[in-house]
T-cell receptor, first 111, second 115 residues
Framework: DAKTTQPPSMDCAEGRAANLPCNHS???????VYWYRQIHSQGPQYIIH???NNETNEMASLIITEDRKSSTLILPHATLRDTAVYYC????????????FGTGTRLLVSP | GAVVSQHPSWVICKSGTSVKIECRSL??????MFWYRQFPKQSLMLMAT?????????EQGVEKDKFLINHASLTLSTLTVTSAHPEDSSFYIC???????????FGAGTRLSVL
């Protein structure tokens, strides 16, 4: 699976949009971009995933560049409960493939 | 999302004893089960992968005789930490995988403290 690079930490003010970047310059054509988050002492929570088109759900939006070498997770109106470690992972969707976690980005949302 | 139940959420045991962790997929059938381990301030590391009815495949450096995995049904898998030692203290997380539109869900985790 391709490797991802994320900033180790980011800060965001409550109510503002949080934009979390991820670089995956070696991504293959059949690899999807997944985002998970882990709130302290809990299991990871699925947020969103996509292949090449931008995606949006009730939690977040995922913007993937045209060359697919990077992506951005957008939390449109961050709340204190969004404080967590966010993981960007690339993975093929054939069979039941494991998720390989990197170090992620620690997002701190402050009042 | 899918419902995953992992028990216990927290366990303290004496060194040398064995601890069993259960992971259930409550509303889907888990053909594959992933077990992860997470040490403080570190990321999740995959320990092993098991398919229902088959022996588990362990990642390099993970002792198969120490971490026994049973995946006898499509809704239940167990991880037994045998002869636990303080260095086994960690956060263990299961992730059952089935036909869920390629989304992998996770249990809430089990924090193991070995005294």
């Amino acid at each position: 699976d391709a490797k991802t690079t994320q900033p180790p930490s980011m800060d965001c003010a409550e109510g503002r949009a949080a934009n979390l970047p991820c670089n995956h310059s070696t991504i293959s054509g059949n690899e999807y971009v997944y985002w998970y988050r882990q709130i302290h002492s809990q299991g990871p929570q699925y947020i969103i995933h996509g292949l090449k088109n931008n995606e949006t759900n009730e939690m977040a939006s995922l913007i993937i560049t045209e060359d697919r070498k990077s992506s951005t997770l957008i939390l449109p109106h961050a709340t204190l409960r969004d404080t967590a470690v966010y993981y960007c992972i690339v993975r093929v969707n054939t069979g039941f493939q494991k998720l390989v976690f990197g170090t992620g980005t620690r997002l701190l949302v402050s009042p | 999302g899918a419902v995953v139940s992992q028990h216990p959420s927290w366990v303290i045991c004496k060194s040398g004893t064995s601890v069993k962790i259960e992971c259930r997929s409550l509303d889907f059938q888990a053909t594959t089960m992933f077990w992860y381990r997470q040490f403080p301030k570190q990321s999740l590391m995959l320990m092993a992968t098991s398919n229902e009815g088959s022996k588990a495949t362990y990642e390099q450096g993970v002792e198969k005789d120490k971490f026994l995995i049973n995946h006898a049904s499509l809704t239940l898998s167990t991880l037994t930490v045998t002869s636990a030692h303080p260095e086994d203290s960690s956060f263990y997380i299961c992730s059952p995988s089935g036909d869920l539109k390629n989304i992998q869900y996770f249990g809430a985790g089990t924090r193991l403290s070995v005294l």
